[in-house]
């Protein structure tokens, strides 16, 4: 157990969850009762993965806590009409008149029904990037698990602004909800687009920091020379939308120019799906009587089930073999004496003909260079080393390959994050020190370790919690707006599914439903905290008209924003240094947080709520009271809706349910429990405690960072290469959807294939765009990319100056980067004022000439285009978000789009 | 001894501006003022291109160009290495903040608010009158490392006595540490990785070392920076307009340059006719006016007197010294008529026009001033302007008094100016190729080339044939002066100002990243050689 020496004599405690890649640990300082200084919690350093640190945005947070802009009293709309021309007309009202306003519109909904005519829940609520709000709004999740059925399908950015193919596919094949290299071992990491020195945290930062004193190797495979193309060995400007060619060119090169025994053939044997034999409609051979799949042991010369003892699985070859084949639904198929191959076999026929100079051309990258990286990766990947973590002894493959977003989600994201698993195992690199790992997982379940996550399911694989596409379970009715149960069986039904879902389809519904999806209906209310997704989402302008017309908007608003233009009640609540609250910390979760420690850390207020702001967990309490549902809140938060179950083996500190308690009381029980849960009961130290230390920790085995072992323990096997299940989901589900009538999503339906092939991404994108908009592709020459800022990624922090004048020491945060020959080309100089245009939506903003980028590329850092929000509406910077149409065909099979559109640029101005 | 620095690794350095956040709430410095930052550099040509972030701020330099300069003594040299400013002695003259080829130094001289209107909280709370109005910049975080020593912490090695820029660094780029002590953490890295310092070549000693490549020895040779020519998008590392000093520094230099040569002609002239006690006069109201242009550009006039602080080596204290004298006997003489005290009082008015050419000859952040030959163009400019200026004076005198001063006296004065318009000519003929194509900022060349009726080619020469025509008509000498006055004035306007590029920053070597190798450097906005 490791805690902190003392609290701080002139401040706080507290932490920073303002982005995905925290929480992280830091310090206030104070006099007379004013925050005025952020630094790192040195006491963590032996904890924490980065010594304590944390990064610039932690520094907005004094600004952001005194900011002159914030609304600091509840405010109620006067003007019922909406729109970005309207005029909110908001007037200062008391807490009690907003809170009154609001449980009588949620009486009336629950009056009315939890959900409406179309089954859709009565309340919305959309929370900012990767569920960091949670950290933020203390017990407001027990409400709404008192409430019962809320619609979190409206996305603010999900799908188009994350990783989501590797979301949904790592989560299936290594419980990776988010995958990172084993950084500290390796020896080499190609990254295709992942930025992590700008959005992997702290913990991402300082680990490849250290990785490259120590000399790693990083190939940065990227349109635009990226703070991470900068820190890396080597910058390969790859044409946009085109990694998936790359890396199947990667695959051929493994397969088809390096010796097999370069290969962890072992690995593939063991644990994989390599050796499954394959019949003739594409699915496995089973054993006839255990349904088991069947692979060729080399030792009898017979086809025999995959887990039978004493096995030597043959890869490659062709072989004579019986068994059964299991369609999709009801299909059933027996052979006799047919011939088979097995996974692996397939596997080299299917990539034939990706090879480098293949690939070259449509890169636009020399074949020269795409197999030195492969042969790279073979260098580097140490096939047959092991290494003893922990007293137990592993396969030690330092290399890795990193996806970023535009890569990983969106058209082409199933192909790029098959290949790059793929390739880890090849080498034997997946789930192994040095190699590609998982870091947490968010759709199987528990959420808390993914070991705990691995168990047991069909073929010898691990189980996965997909939505149904039987006949009889399939949801034809999704129980959210945006239909992620009915349309994507990866999406599953977590509590975090909603997010996963096609979240853009909530939006495109508002203005003209689906065909045989029930009548779009907009939430009765819909609450909105820590997110603009009239910003940050794409089609930011269909975005705002869709939610112009939602009756009732209840914001939890820091400033005035373009999102609560629209609202009808905005509620100021504490913000990061005035809120209380616990939340966990450490194991090993997404971006590059691998911990080897695991506990609790507190948020203790640095300063007095400013104004008649307050903390979330009183709105909560009294929001459940208002509206009835005191009892159920109190019960939830006893069952852990605030993050830790306030009971346990010998020890119970449950909040008598009947009576509101203040923040105070419900977080001195929940760090009650929280001490319990990690001395197993044994201590039970309190609020008091906390504000002292800051943190409370225990040990986090290493061990754990590695799926490996878990798998290995189990005697299961990481399902790759062959897509075997998926693609019997994919032909249920269009047997589902066509049955109901549905064929608006054979497009995506085509995805589900065993092993994917090379689509045109670039040509997908340049049709979608022809097609929607009856344009000429070519009057569009540039590709529009964007890419996270450390200074803004996530960070809700647009409208803080300090953040603006420290961010523009980065070039390119001032407009839209652009190569000077390209520039040249239309008589643009640096600081040029220009209207870059797609052909759904235009932007503006000054060109910032660099030389690292592709000239038939141009990059807009961040999401702006504020027109509501004080301070950052004075930028004038551009967006690619109001570029990008939301359109269907721009829609993959697992509901998500990408950060990719075609655009035009006109001079409209000289420097200023 | 101990000598504290910052070691940069900039194969670590993610340009992130943690350390610049972090400096702006340790020391609660004003929007816009960042005494640490990172710069973005970019170097190549696509598709061969890299880029790497550098930490700057105050280097903390063995032989600080600031401390030279400062008038005041409020910059000063700790025995550690660490450069200080006495925020209680500076006047204000920002002569440091150029002088610093580093653009280390600012100066604030009012409140100002992140989002205007009234000062937020935590401002009103960090509110520090006693910097408004003079210098400011990094101080190593003094006061942490002074408290944390006290109680009993090493510096760069425990939190609370580090500074605030690198204790925050989330790369572990920034060290802290005494590189005068073989074992420490700072001494570790330079002896283990190949490293350079920022304008070595400017001979500062800067305290900020950059490491680029890994355990190669420190001894390796380590290549200049080359000079490229139109760098792109580099905005924010191309040498920049200085805007410590504007016309009201400029004043000083023309009306101190032309006093201090009017009233030395004055005094050559009385000893072949009788003084001119009205060039006299305009001589001090001259330099008077000059030196009252400087006090209103000074952040805080009434320490004025404290420019005096500091003769020993700062040029400006020198130049404030001497005016007294050149008032003195310069006064005097015209009170009391004595052609000996005006005589006494001529060499003042040299040492004052030459005060004010050492003082741009010390300012090393302005590579146009920093030339050596830029010492005799200014006294000879000086010269030359109060030689013209008594020419219309004199002219000017004798219309108005009906009297006839003479060919032969004519001569003298045509002759002179003759002189010195072709001697001007001459060493601005010596400073400009001395300067070559690479001795300043591209910016900065250009400017001064094409600064119309500045010293070079058509404007002197016309000014020689109008003084040669004075033998015929006397008119034209008045003209020839004037002129000779007015190109000088424009020269030293574009030279104080429109040309007052400063050095810009550079980088000497591309670091390796990772397995990565090292790579030239760029000087951007500097044409090769």
Partial sequence: MQQNADTPSDGRWSYCYQCVAGPDLLKVKTRNGVPYQVGPNDEAAEIHPAGGKVCVKAFGLIQKTHNPNRILTPMMRTNPKKGRDQDPGFRPVSWDEALDAIAARLKQARADGLTDESGFPRVAASFGGGGTPTAYMGTFPAFLAAWGPVDMSFGSGQGVKCYHSEHLYGELWHRAFTVSPDTPLCELVISFGANVEASGGVCGIRRHADAR????????????????????AKWVPIRPKTDAAFLFAMLHHLLYSAPRERLDLPFLKEMTSSPYLIAPNGFYLRDPDSGKPLVWDLKTATARPFDSPDLDPALEGEFV?????????????????????????????????????????????????????????????????????????????????????????????????????????????????????????????????????????????????????????????????????????????????????????????????????????????????????????????????????????????????????????????????????????????????????????????????QGEARDFSWISTELARRTGLLEKYNAAINKGAAGVRLFGEGYDFSLPPEQPHPPEEIWDAICRAASAELTGGAQS????????????????????????????????????????????????????????????????????????????????WAQALEDAFEVRIDDYPFWVLTARSMQYSWGGNAGIQMIDEVARNIAGHAGVVMNPKAAARLGLREGDLVEIASPSGKTRGAVSLRQGIRPDTLLMLGQFDHWKTPYAKELQRPSMNALMPMLLALTDATGSGADLVRASVTPIGAAP | MTRYAIVADLNRC????????????????????????????????????????VPVGCMHCDEPPCLEVCPSTATRKRADGIVTIDYDICIGCAYCAIACPYQARFRVDAPANAYGGERMRHERLRDDPARLGVAQKCTFCVERIDAGMAAGLVPGIDPEATPACVNSCIAGALTFGDIEDADSNVSTLLRENRHFRMHEDLG?????????????????????????????????????????????????????????????????????????WSAVFLGLALVGAGLGCVWLEIGRPWRFLNVFRHPAQSWMSREAGIALAYFALGGLAWLTGALALLLLAAPFAFAFVYAQARILRAARGIPLWRQKQIVPLIVVTGLTEGAGLFAVVALIDQALAGVDIGLLHHGWLAGGLFALVVLRFALWQVYRRALGHGGAPKAALAELDETPLALAGLGQAIILVL????????????????????????????????????????????????????GPGIRPGWVAE
């Fill in chain 1, 685 to 764: 130290q309190g609020l008091d405690y906390y504000r002292k230390h800051g943190f409370r920790v225990k040990k986090f085995p290493r061990l754990q960072w590695y799926l490996y072992p878990a798998l290995k323990d189990q005697g299961l096997r990481f399902e790759l290469p062959y897509q075997e299940r998926l693609m019997r989901i994919g032909q249920q589900l269009g047997a589902r959807l066509h049955e109901a009538g549905i064929t608006w999503w054979d497009r995506q339906l085509k995805e589900y294939e065993p092993m994917p092939h090379w689509q045109d991404l670039p040509g997908l």
């Fill in chain 1, 321 to 609: 073999a019986s068994g059964r084949e299991d369609g999709a639904d009801e299909q059933r198929w027996s052979h006799e004496n047919i011939p088979t191959r097995p996974a692996f076999s397939h596997l080299i026929a299917h990539v034939e003909p990706y090879s480098p100079v293949w690939a070259a051309e449509i890169c636009d990258v020399p074949a020269e260079d795409i197999r030195d990286t492969a042969e790279a990766f073979l260098d580097h990947a140490h096939v047959g080393e092991t290494i003893e973590i922990e007293g137990r002894r592993l396969p030690f493959r330092p290399v890795a390959i990193s996806l970023g977003k535009t890569v990983n989600n969106g058209w082409g994201g199933y192909e790029c994050v098959w290949a790059r698993t793929l390739m880890a195992c090849l080498i034997g690199g997946l789930e192994v020190p040095g190699g590609t790992l998982g870091t947490t997982v968010r759709l199987n379940r528990p959420a808390d370790n993914r070991w705990s996550s691995v168990t047991p399911g069909p073929d010898g694989f691990m189980f996965y919690p997909m939505n149904p596409t039987e006949k009889e379970t399939w949801h034809k009715r999704s129980t959210t707006r945006h239909a992620h149960q009915t349309l994507v069986p990866l999406a599953a039904n977590s509590p975090w599914s909603q997010a996963l879902g096609p979240t853009h389809l909530a939006w495109m519904m508002q203005k003209k439903g689906f065909d045989h999806l029930p009548k779009p209906t907009p939430p009765d209310v819909w609450f909105v905290y820590r997110t603009n997704p009239a910003i940050s989402f794409w089609d930011t302008g269909a975005v705002l008209d869709a939610m112009s017309n939602f009756p009732f908007t209840v914001c939890f608003a820091y400033t005035m924003d373009e999102t609560n233009h629209t609202a009808d009640i905005l509620l100021p609540e504490c913000t990061d240094l005035e809120g209380l609250q616990l939340i966990r910390i450490g194991g090993s979760k997404y971006v590059e947080q691998f911990w080897e420690y695991q506990g609790f850390a507190l948020r203790d207020p640095a300063s007095p709520p």
């Fill in chain 2, 467 to 518: 003084v040669s025509a004075a033998f015929l008509t006397p008119a034209s000498l008045g003209v020839a002066g004037a002129l000779a006055l007015l190109t000088g004035w424009r020269f030293k306007f574009a030279l104080v100002t429109r040309a007052a590029f400063n050095q810009g920053y550079e980088i000497a070597r591309m670091p390796a990243r990772g397995a990565g190798v090292s």
């Fill in chain 2, 14 to 53: 993610v340009g992130c501006q943690t350390c610049t956040s972090a400096c702006k709430h340790q020391n609660a410095t004003a929007p816009g003022i960042q005494w640490r930052k990172v710069l973005d550099f970019e170097v190549g040509e696509f598709p061969e291109v890299s880029r790497a972030f």
């Fill in chain 1, 213 to 232: 004193a120590r000399g790693i190797r990083r190939i940065q495979v990227e349109p635009h020379l990226s703070v991470t193309g900068a820190c890396s």
């Fill in chain 2, 204 to 276: 500062t000693g800067p305290g900020i070392y950059y490491l680029y490549d890994g355990e190669i020895g420190q001894t390796a040779p380590i290549e200049p920076a080359p000079m490229v020519a139109e760098p792109a998008g580099m905005a924010a590392v191309l040498p920049r307009l200085q805007h410590s000093w504007d016309w009201r520094a400029v004043g000083n230099f023309i009306f101190g340059g032309a006093g201090s040569g009017l009233l030395i002609a004055a005094a050559l002239y009385g000893l072949i006719a009788p003084p001119m």
